[in-house]
């Protein structure tokens, strides 16, 4: 027969783990983003309506739910030439917003025929900002972030065409 103290302990265990979950589903404690060794990775380049070449970035690829709602949350620094292409399997509305973000991207909706749609730019939350209000929308089937203000750097705008290496 397991003894009351054990019992205890177990019913202890059991509340402090529910307690965490709970604060990690509100966002009160941070989980760090995914080691960015479990990403694939592709190769995204873009193109203006003359196909001259305007940017070329090595993405890190979020097509999960997981990667996708973490993104670059806890990244402290991206490579100038380095990104994040969110994935789905079709095109749709969605909002991105700077939760856990230490540095501003720009946010590239693409369409499923591989142009760009919208570009936000978004610049780093203040300290100490609930970074879920800083909401960017946009209709895509691809998101790609990037180095704050890249896409002006390259000239790039929407309308112009993104190739994702293996997907069109």
Do not use: C
């Given at each position: 027969?397991?003894?009351?103290?054990?019992?205890?302990?177990?019913?202890?265990?059991?509340?402090g783990?529910?307690?965490?979950?709970?604060?990690v589903?509100?966002?009160f404690?941070?989980?760090?983003?995914?080691?960015?060794?479990?990403?694939?990775?592709?190769?995204?380049?873009?193109y203006?309506?003359?196909?001259?070449?305007l940017?070329h970035?090595?993405?890190r690829?979020?097509?999960?739910?997981w990667?996708?709602?973490?993104?670059?949350?806890?990244?402290?620094?991206?490579?100038?030439?380095?990104?994040m292409?969110?994935?789905?399997?079709a095109?749709?509305?969605?909002?991105?917003?700077?939760?856990?973000?230490?540095?501003?991207i720009d946010i590239?909706?693409?369409g499923?025929?591989g142009?760009?749609t919208?570009?936000h730019?978004?610049?780093?939350?203040?300290e100490d900002?609930?970074g879920?209000?800083?909401?960017y929308?946009?209709?895509g089937?691809?998101?790609?972030?990037?180095?704050?203000?890249?896409t002006?750097?390259?000239?790039?705008?929407?309308?112009?065409?993104?190739?994702i290496?293996?997907?069109?």
């Open positions: 027969m397991v003894s009351r103290r054990v019992t205890s302990a177990i019913g202890v265990v059991l509340v783990m529910l307690i965490v979950l709970v604060l589903a509100t966002g404690v941070a989980v760090p983003a995914p080691a960015e060794d479990k990403y694939e990775r592709t190769s995204v380049t873009i203006d309506e003359n196909e001259t070449q940017g970035v090595d993405a690829i979020a097509d999960t739910q990667k996708r709602y973490t993104g670059l949350s806890n990244t402290t620094q991206l490579p100038e030439n380095e990104g292409l969110f994935t789905y399997d095109p749709g509305d969605h909002t991105y917003v700077m939760r856990g973000m230490d540095f501003g590239v909706y693409i499923a025929d142009r760009i919208k570009i730019h978004a610049p780093e939350p203040p900002a609930d879920n209000e800083y909401q929308p946009g209709h089937q691809y998101v790609l972030e990037v180095n704050h203000n890249w002006t750097r390259h000239g790039i705008e929407a309308g112009d065409r993104v190739v290496e293996g997907q069109h």
